[in-house]
């Protein structure tokens, strides 16, 4: 079997599946109902702008839009919130959290989320960046030993997405490791090595390739200037401090009840397997984190506007350089895609968005339980074009998979924006990618 450079690389990955139980839509609706204060942001001196008034009428075609993807992509459950500053907001849930039992899934089920996993990972880098215990100039040779290119490879490099390294999920023998036990653990010791049997793949600044690699070594750089385990920074510098509540970084299978079940076809065979309780270790930096609707929801709009660093890194942070995706741009662990802000994950099993578009002051965020793709493109991109064609026909998410070879029996890549697979990325986050990815089209993890 061949490994999908795509989906690995973006940890935001899918594949068609067919025969996915449908139920109608769950509860768990809101309309009209005035959105929790939002950050305001520089770039919208309007709040709301041309985003419509969230009424039933507008609900009614959301509503008809997102059960309309789920049934051509054979999509199990979807939740969806969405909001704009004196707009309303519209959260619902549809479709099932279990295929077997047909539990419905609802808004307070945790997720796994990819390569979201990396806007975390890098905010806690930039955090440190504004401590002055790293400089985004700064070579990775002088934290980490052992690097192809290290002194040359930056931390902007790797955050950007633009190190030229390899992707350790896009190597056959981690592909093979993982498919054929994911149960199994992996350091990130072990993933580097994965990686670093192969050349790197162009000088660093000179293009975008959405990699995982770039963000295990990231992980291992917090860790080093940060004095703690990743897992236990990322909570304490950016989890709390960001208000969520609901969002964890697991570092084995252990998963928050209540949980939607995940189904994938990136496997050993190629067939739909349920993933939930695989170990995302493998993720770790680039893909590992859960969460849920409401933190993420959250979580884009603080992302976005930078309320958590100083107003020169965010401003960095948000000089998005071309991917080679048509409307999709990348900065320092955050894709623009048409405008809307953010990245996208994807884990074998799990797809999920969150994006923030400043010109409206609206957030849009999605959460699905499978990772299959509907010809070559991410389920959670078919369903954030839906959504935005509706509410924002300006500014249209769309995180294509990329356009390199894929089988549809390994994982994928960024979202790259999107397109990260088993964990992707865009996203993307393989995002998406990513996702981004999930990425390419959905960076991953």
Known sequence: MKCSQIRLRRACAVVAAAGMLMLPATASTAYGQQPSPDVTSPASPSPGGDFPELTPAVAARLDAAIREVMREADIPGVMVSLSAPGKGQYIK????????????????????????????????????????????????????DGVPNGDRITLRNLAGMRSGLFSYSADEGFYKALTSDPDRPFTPQELLDFAFKHPVQFQPGERFDYCNTNLILLGLVVEKAGGMPLNEFIDKNVVKPAGLRHTVFPLDAAFPEPHAQGYTNQTASGNVED???????????????????????????????????EPKTQAERLETLPTGISGASYGLGLFNVQGWIGHNGSLPGYEAIAMYLPQEQATLTVMLNTDILQGQTEPSTLVGQAITRIVTPDHIYNLPVPTMPRNTASPASPASPTAPSPTSPASPESPAAPSPTTPPASPSP
């Open 93 to 144: 849930s549809f479709g099932v959290a279990d295929k077997a039992s047909g539990e419905p899934i609802e808004p307070n089920m945790y997720m796994r989320i990819g390569s979201l996993t990396k806007t975390f990972t890098v905010t806690a880098m930039l955090e440190l960046v504004d401590q002055g215990e790293l400089g985004l100039d700064d070579p990775i040779s002088k934290y980490i």
């Open 275 to 309: 993933s939930t309780d695989w170990n995302p270790s493998w993720g770790w930096a680039a893909g590992a984190m859960i969460s849920q609707l409401g933190d993420l929801h959250s979580w884009a709009r603080t992302l976005a506007t930078g309320t958590l660093l």
